[in-house]
């Protein structure tokens, strides 16, 4: 699946459609100071001080930053701190403290196991007050107007936080109530909207990026959490593997040959004939490794957002009775990314959309604590040694470079099962070099015919059809044998998905009947062999 640049949110506006109008409970400000954006909220105690006006629009560096990077293998950029907000409220730590305490919890399970806890304030977001703010002017910009929770949960974030920058930007006239609010239900409830004042402030806001969902999570957050997720040094048996590959028909060579494989967590390197399993065999390898893990929806970097979690190829799961976590993070199954022939090297980089201005994150980054296969190696639009070229250092190092549009290299963590699959010649495709980093090599071949009637016997219970062992018979002995025709793992399924649709066609149930095998043979394989002169007198 090729990644999309984040789609754009709304079009083209004019923002005074969605903001109230004059007159509902708001009083004209003054003018805004020219020279760049000034801050969403100022300080309601007397004689605080101002934040300094933002630089340019576009500019990453326009206000401090709890998201960038800390220094060591994976950022070189200084940890800063999040200011504390213009509004009252309990003492604010810092995004350094807060974000230590969602680390260092251990959750549910073994006390190593990562598991992000709620935020109690601000401070433990990693968040300025000021991005938070934006986020809450764009989400009410977009929607026209919205009832506390559910702001709270376009962001993630508990509605307490949410409450105190809503009461902020009421108090500098940016958002008014419009309705809500009934006695004894709390703020949660009431609707808010824009007001016509925060007309200047949000172009510019959504000039810089128009990014309308979760609040992202800080880089350094994410780039921990990778690491105590990790795909390596798991301990996976035999009896493991059989009980998680399920009704998958395989062979002991192929347990004994990825088993170590998966538990090294380096990459191997499947080759073989087309349509024998190689694909089923990835996501039976996926099911082995132990426990969920946690996606965040977004991350940020420099004041960039960068989308992860993707409903496509993460799958969520719930755990009832489990306990509260940052739900900026989506708790999912270790995941399998699976990318063809439409692979191009532009894809395994950063994908910016200059309309919406914000990131979505390459295929091997959302395969992060989980795996990537690179199917049908040597059919995409880049040659194989470029391709290979790419995959070299993140294979040796456990560390991928990635870049923003900016220039700006990036160092993120490649920590992920990588798995190659090819049915070409792999002598022609791969050197000495890139099989050295590729530690473990797997011939997947075809199946023999007692397997091919143990996967037609799994494929008729799947799909309802009585099992014929001697219809099947029947079909090896007329179809297979007679031209030397191979079996392949795909075919069970493909054929009695051909008798189905031929016994619905014909208003019958299916069965495995031998006349229908004959009707899908024929409409299953292609005859190569055949005379062109031959098939032109039919035709005629």
């Known amino acids: 699946m090729r990644p999309q640049p984040p789609p754009s949110d709304d079009p083209e506006f004019p923002t005074e459609r969605r903001t109230a109008q004059p007159g509902q409970g708001a009083e004209r400000r003054p003018p805004q100071q020219a020279g760049g954006l000034p801050s969403v909220i100022v300080s309601n105690q007397e004689g605080a001080a101002r934040r300094p006006p933002s630089a340019a629009p576009g500019s990453p560096e326009r206000r401090p930053q709890a998201a960038a990077p800390s220094g060591g293998a994976f950022g070189g950029a200084e940890r800063r701190t999040v200011p504390p907000p213009a509004y009252g409220g309990p003492e604010r730590r810092s995004a350094v403290?807060?974000?230590?305490?969602?680390?260092?919890?251990?959750?549910p399970g073994a006390p190593d196991r990562f598991w992000p806890t709620q935020p109690r304030d601000l401070s433990e977001t990693g968040l300025t007050a000021t991005f938070v703010e934006e986020l809450v002017l764009k989400a009410l910009f977009f929607a026209g107007e919205m009832r506390g929770m559910d702001l709270a949960s376009r962001l993630q974030l508990p509605t307490s936080i949410v409450d105190d920058i809503i009461e902020g930007l009421r108090r500098q006239k940016y958002v008014d109530i419009r309705g809500g609010g009934a006695?004894?239900?709390?703020?949660?409830?009431?609707?808010?909207?824009?007001?016509?004042?925060?007309?200047?402030?949000?172009?510019?806001?959504?000039?810089?990026?128009?990014?309308?969902?979760?609040?992202?999570?800080?880089?350094?957050?994410?780039?921990?959490?990778?690491?105590?997720q990790t795909v390596r040094g798991n301990r996976i048996t035999r009896a493991r593997m059989q009980d998680k590959f399920g009704?998958?028909?395989?062979?002991?060579?192929?347990?004994?040959?990825i088993g170590p494989a998966m538990n090294s967590g380096r990459a191997i390197f499947f080759y073989g004939p087309p349509g024998n399993g190689k694909t089923a065999i990835c996501q039976g390898m996926v099911n082995c490794f132990d426990g969920d893990i946690f996606i965040p929806h977004a991350i940020l970097i420099d004041d960039f957002v960068v989308r992860v979690f993707d409903s496509n190829l993460h799958k969520p799961v719930e755990e009832e009775g489990a306990p509260s976590y940052d739900r900026r993070w989506v708790r999912c199954r270790r995941p399998l990314v699976v990318v063809g022939g439409e692979l191009t090297l532009e894809m395994l980089d950063l994908v910016y959309s200059p309309e919406v201005k914000y990131y979505e994150a390459p295929f091997q980054m959302k395969a992060s604590n989980g795996m990537l296969l690179i199917d049908d190696f040597g059919r995409q639009k880049v040659s194989p040694k470029d391709l290979l070229n790419r995959w070299i250092v993140p294979l040796e190092s456990d560390i991928d470079m990635l870049t923003l549009h900016t220039g700006k290299k990036l160092q993120v963590p490649f920590d992920v099962f990588a798995a190659f699959s090819t049915n070409l010649d792999p002598s022609a495709l791969v050197d000495d070099a890139f099989l050295r980093r590729v530690r473990y090599k797997l011939?997947?071949?075809?199946?023999?015919?007692?397997?091919?009637?143990?996967?037609?016997?799994?494929?008729?219970?799947?799909?309802?059809?009585?099992?014929?062992?001697?219809?099947?018979?029947?079909?090896?002995?007329?179809?297979?044998?007679?031209?030397?025709?191979?079996?392949?793992?795909?075919?069970?399924?493909?054929?009695?998905?051909?008798?189905?649709?031929?016994?619905?066609?014909?208003?019958?149930?299916?069965?495995?009947?031998?006349?229908l095998l004959d009707a899908a043979v024929r409409s299953y394989f292609v005859r190569f062999d055949k005379p062109a002169e031959s098939t032109a007198a039919s035709a005629g």
């Open 97 to 107: 403290t807060g974000s230590r305490r969602a680390l260092e919890s251990g959750g």
């Open 183 to 228: 006695s004894g239900v709390g703020k949660s409830t009431m609707i808010y909207q824009l007001t016509p004042f925060v007309t200047d402030v949000l172009r510019q806001i959504t000039d810089r990026n128009r990014y309308n969902g979760p609040a992202p999570v800080p880089f350094q957050e994410y780039v921990a959490a990778v690491k105590r």
């Open 443 to 515: 011939e997947v071949q075809r199946p023999d015919e007692e397997q091919f009637h143990q996967i037609f016997e799994v494929m008729c219970r799947k799909r309802g059809v009585a099992y014929n062992a001697n219809a099947v018979d029947y079909l090896i002995e007329q179809h297979y044998r007679p031209t030397q025709r191979p079996f392949a793992a795909c075919q069970p399924r493909d054929l009695l998905d051909q008798v189905i649709d031929m016994s619905h066609y014909m208003g019958q149930e299916p069965r495995l009947d031998p006349a």
């Open 247 to 257: 009704d998958l028909i395989i062979r002991d060579y192929i347990y004994d040959g």
